[in-house]
């Protein structure tokens, strides 16, 4: 800025380093500083993405490897088990096919002829009849030796075979309790199937109840004795013994009474 004086002329410079005013879009450079460049990436990176995508083949390939073994081992034990069960198998039919085939032979042993029988019972006689039911005829036989047993000729019609009659025999020959008539042998020729039981003197438990003399020989201890003992027979059959035969004709002319009045029952099998 200048200016005069009465004695003489001066000027006056101003400055600063800062910016006093406002810069309008002309008097803006016309040029622009670029943007900065984007680097490449470096060999860092690359590295760590590499060796991220080799750990997970890594482990993708542990993991099929262990699950193939697992399958392998379950797939070895699971074929082990069913041999060795095979094995078994195929013992215990050889077992049973052993024990039927001894079992047959034992009910050879359990045999009697017909003649032997028909002689004891003196040909199957009316007076020997001991009584009548739905599966045959029961009779009093004596033989050679004086024992006394009772013969049970079953019917001709009953449409059992040679071999499922000797296996029902042996099923009852095993069953032995005080409380049972107990099977001794049998007799099976041509179309006639005998059962030979032991003899019990006193008949069954129908001829005292239903005769007035007899009735009277019944007195209440005696009755008491043998409600228990038809109880302990029947548990025997049901629960206790190994076949666990359910009797489905229990009856009063199905219970026989020894020489103490001991309950027996009989019947217990539908030949």
């Not at 060795?84 to 198998?89: N, T």
């Not at 019972?121 to 009093?140: D, E, R, W």
């Not at 302990?232 to 666990?244: I, K």
Request: with cysteine; aromatic share 8%.
């Amino acid at each position: 800025m200048c200016y005069e004086s009465e004695f003489s002329a001066s000027c006056n410079f101003r400055f600063e380093i800062e910016c006093f005013y406002n810069l309008t879009t002309a008097d803006t450079p016309l040029t622009s500083t670029p943007p900065p460049a984007t680097s490449p990436p470096s060999n860092n990176t690359k590295n760590t993405t590499g060796k991220k995508i080799n750990s997970s083949r890594t482990i993708i390939i542990a993991s099929v490897s262990a699950v193939a073994l697992v399958v392998l081992v379950v797939s070895s034990c699971i074929f082990v088990f069913l041999r060795v069960r095979k094995s078994k198998v195929k013992a215990e039919k050889g077992g049973e096919a052993a024990e039927a085939v001894d079992e047959i032979k034992n009910a050879e042993a359990l045999q009697y002829d017909f003649s032997t029988i028909s002689a004891a019972t003196n040909h199957f006689s009316n007076s020997n009849m001991l009584g009548q039911g739905g599966f045959g005829s029961v009779y009093k036989g004596k033989l050679a030796g004086g024992e006394l047993i009772a013969v049970k000729r079953l019917s001709t019609d009953s449409g059992q075979g040679d071999l499922e009659f000797k296996n029902e025999v042996l099923l009852v020959a095993k069953l032995q309790h005080r409380n049972l008539v107990r099977l001794q042998d049998f007799c099976l020729e041509r179309n006639e199937r005998l059962l030979i039981y032991q003899f019990v003197p006193n008949a069954s438990l129908d001829q005292f109840l239903f005769d007035p003399v007899k009735r009277a020989y019944l007195g209440w201890e005696k009755r008491y004795k043998i409600i228990g003992g038809i109880a302990r027979g029947l548990l025997y059959l049901h629960e206790d013994s190994r076949l666990r035969i359910i009797h489905r004709d229990l009856k009063t002319s199905n219970i026989l009474l020894d020489a103490e009045m001991n309950p027996k029952i009989a019947d217990f099998v539908c030949s």
